[in-house]
């Protein structure tokens, strides 16, 4: 005759010993879990807290609705902001003459329109395209030291 009971009660004592550990750690994964929803949902961007534009809706707001319903937003993109990234760019400084600034993208095709700037006024002017910021070599000192406009949106 095989002794099947104590072997029964030792797979279901084991289960329920794992199956307790399991819970437990599901516990902990979702109280992380719901910290960095919570976290992501708080910053606009990885490199932005807040929203640069009057029309934009919060992280928060943008991220409800039908299209958004069981998904995990973790898996999401969350792109840098790239108002931040252009406003760590130098101010290019042209000098001589060159009272234009001339601005097409730089990268060829995948640039965009050639537009032409006008640096008669002094500060930093911005390319209405790509961000880049030109200014005249005779306002550097101006600029440097706060008296002209450096023209970053923020």
Known sequence: MLRLAPRKTAVASTS?????????????????KEARVAEIL?????????TWAPSQKPRAEALSG??????????QPRPYAGIELIAQKPIEYLSGHDNIAVCDGGRGVQGHPKIFINLDKPGAHPCQYCGTRYAHEKYKAGIESGEFPNN???
């Not at 039908?66 to 898996?75: F, G, N, P, S, T």
């Open 16 to 32: 329920r010993f794992f199956s307790t550990c399991l819970r437990l750690r599901q516990t902990a994964v979702d109280t992380d």
């Open 42 to 50: 708080s910053n606009q961007a990885p490199n932005r807290h807040d």
């Open 66 to 75: 039908v299209r958004i319903v069981q998904r995990d937003i973790e898996l």
């Open 152 to 154: 970053v949106k923020s």
